[in-house]
């Protein structure tokens, strides 16, 4: 017992006298036991075998270094790049374009959109506008508007523009309605600008202000200085020119520049009115606005003091422009030439236009064009210097740097028809070779001259030539020319040459008009040649271009006369190029296999159903506009659909 009470009061007062935890003591424990742990791996220390330790946990956000946390950075930005984060999937997230005001007007086309479809449909009626096949060209625009592959704003101005270039005035006018009133199509100011430009031609000058102050209250642009050319020249036209001045304050007034053309139309309206002190006022305005102007306004005073009998101060006028030693561009010097050669002032004109050559250094400075060199070449065939002609048709400048003009389509069509003109097909025929072998593709108006050349010096077979290279190279024959081509043909005898190329151009798009089947049906009639005029029949009907009763009376007529009233019978039948309906089966029936065709006409048809589409079937891609008169809002009053074409765009 006295034992056991020992021992416990040692132990109280070793507790008792046991210091207490501090701080410092605790971190020098554990610094010792940390150095002490075999985990711990300090060779001096704890010297052991290396064992193979757990894989570290992963690391957050703690790093050992800046070029870990640089690591997990770039780790981290890679991810967000492939799976964006969550607050960016939400609905109620702000999107990164602002709303657009649905009030807001909407903006015409772009050239961006001129791509792909409707980059092709643009070329295919600019193909059309070049061969001078309007009306073709205006349904292919038109029916492309109920399709997918809708025009954009600059195929309908090119229609439009072609329509005012030949005096269609009303059928642009409606063309404008159409595109940009009825098939909600956006217009641009070029849009506008033609419409104003055939109002005023047509002398409706108040409807052309309307049209402009619609621009201005409704349009998301402003007018441009083409808008305010049309319209002083049209006030102009009708005599109001005090209207017309205050149009041009208006421009000035709007922020817009100085535009040399705007002080011309105003400037030539006062001269032929007499008033040479308001023009000189205009002209004197124009040089303080602009330090650099259009020479055009020098012209318009020297075409007025010629016609006044005044050539010093023509001259003046003209040497004061030379003066400022300006860079004109061709048009401008074309103008001077034009107006130097038509007063007869040869050796100036000569001398502008060698000043021109030599400053002719593309791509900086184009100083001529083909017009340039056509205005020249002209004036030699005028004075029946031949041989000057061609050797202008080629100068090239004298100066060190200029550059010779690389001739285009336009420069040879206009040497080609002055040869032409005066019976000298050899070197119209020379000229043109050189044309195509400098890789230059002659277009529709010098097929034409050829062959208009070749048929009048009866070179028929030269003619032929011509007109078949013209039909492979896949150019646009208009109906007129057309007819009276292959009316030549018929006559001198060449019936199989005529519908043989009558058959390759059916096997494009769009296919011939109606009218050039006519002719070459009758002619292949009255030659006898009932088999061939049977098979132009047959694609016609195959095509759907539509026989006219005239036509069908007339080859029922021809062919009831040698007893083949069943033969023209069966071609004329419409039903043969329809698809049949099909007819009911009952449940659970398997679809019966087409048939094989059982004669020859319907051979002819199952051997070209892979190439060419029955008339009741339009083209994949290409709906067939031939043999369907559309009443709707697409036919325009006094134009009536081209039976003949089809519309080639993509559904």
Not at 635 to 648: A, E, I, L, N
Request: net charge positive; proline share 8%.
């Amino acid at each position: 017992m006295p034992l056991f009470r020992l021992s416990l009061f040692r132990s109280l007062h070793y507790r008792h006298q046991r210091p207490k935890a501090t701080p410092t003591l605790l971190l020098s424990r554990l610094l010792h036991n940390v150095a002490l742990n075999p985990a711990f791996e300090n060779p001096i220390q704890n010297p052991q075998t290396p064992s193979p330790s757990p894989p570290p946990l992963p690391r957050s956000y703690g790093f050992t270094s800046a070029e870990e946390a640089a690591a997990e950075r770039r780790r981290r930005k890679r991810r967000l790049r492939i799976e964006p984060p969550i607050h960016a999937l939400r609905a109620s997230a702000p999107s990164a374009s602002p709303t657009r005001d649905p009030n807001a007007p909407r903006l015409p086309d772009s050239t961006s959109a001129l791509v792909g479809h409707r980059l092709n449909l643009h070329n295919r009626v600019q193909s059309l506008i070049r061969a001078s096949d309007l009306d073709a060209a205006s349904l292919l625009a038109r029916s492309s508007v109920f399709f997918s592959t809708r025009p954009t704003v600059f195929t309908c101005n090119a229609i439009i523009a072609a329509m005012y270039r030949n005096k269609r005035f009303n059928e642009a006018i409606a063309l404008f309605h159409f595109f940009f009133k009825q098939s909600d199509l956006v217009p641009n100011v070029v849009s506008y600008n033609n419409l104003i430009n055939t109002h005023c031609d047509r002398g409706e000058v108040d409807t052309a202000i309307q049209v402009y102050r619609e621009i201005l209250e409704m349009a998301p642009f402003n007018p441009s200085p083409v808008t305010y050319r049309h319209l002083t020249k049209g006030l102009i036209d009708a005599g109001r020119i005090g209207e017309a001045v205050d149009m041009l304050r208006e421009m000035l007034n709007k922020g817009h520049g100085a535009d040399s053309l705007v002080f011309n139309n105003l400037i030539s309206g006062f001269l032929n009115l007499g008033n040479l002190n308001k023009a000189n006022e205009l002209f004197d305005e124009l040089k303080e606005r602009c330090l650099v102007y259009d020479g055009v306004v020098n012209a318009t005073f020297m075409e007025w003091w010629f016609n006044q009998g005044k050539d010093k101060e023509a001259m003046d006028s003209y040497k004061s422009l030379l003066d400022r030693k300006f860079k004109m561009p061709a048009p401008t010097c074309n103008t001077l030439l034009e107006v130097l050669l038509k007063h007869g002032k040869t050796k100036e004109a000569w001398a502008l236009f060698e000043d021109m050559l030599d400053n002719h250094t593309p791509p900086n400075t184009q100083a001529v064009n083909s017009d340039t060199f056509n205005i020249m070449v002209n004036e030699c065939f005028k004075l029946g210097n031949f041989e000057e002609a061609i050797k202008t048709f080629k100068k090239v400048g004298t100066k060190p740097g200029s550059k010779p003009f690389a001739m285009d389509v336009a420069g040879y069509n206009n040497i080609v028809t002055r040869f032409c003109e005066h019976g000298m097909l050899s070197e119209a025929e020379r000229f043109f070779q050189e044309l195509c072998g400098k890789s230059l593709t002659p277009d529709v108006p010098m097929y034409r001259t050829m062959i208009d050349a070749y048929l009048k010096a009866e070179r028929v077979d030269d003619a032929l030539q011509s007109f078949t290279k013209m039909v492979e190279t896949g150019l646009r024959v208009v109906a007129s020319f057309g007819t009276r081509v292959f009316s030549e043909f018929l006559k001198n005898g060449k019936n199989m040459e005529a519908a043989s190329l009558l058959t390759k151009m059916g096997e494009k798009d769009p296919k011939p008009d109606a009218a050039l089947y006519d002719v070459v049906v009758r002619g292949l009639c009255d030659a006898d040649e009932l088999d061939k005029s049977l098979d132009i029949l047959d694609q016609m009907m195959k095509y759907s271009i539509g026989v006219t009763p005239a036509l069908q009376e007339f080859v029922r007529g021809a062919f009831g006369n040698v007893g083949r009233n069943e033969e023209i019978d069966r071609v004329l039948n419409e039903n043969r190029w329809r698809f049949p309906r099909p007819q009911p089966r009952a449940f659970g029936q398997p679809p019966q296999p087409p048939r094989p065709p059982s004669g020859p006409a319907e051979m002819a048809g199952w051997q070209s159903s892979g190439s060419h589409r029955m008339a009741g079937q339009p083209p994949s891609g290409f709906p067939q506009m031939g043999g369907q008169q559309y009443s709707g809002p697409s036919q325009m009053t006094g134009q009536q659909p081209f039976g003949s074409s089809y519309f080639s765009g993509e559904q």
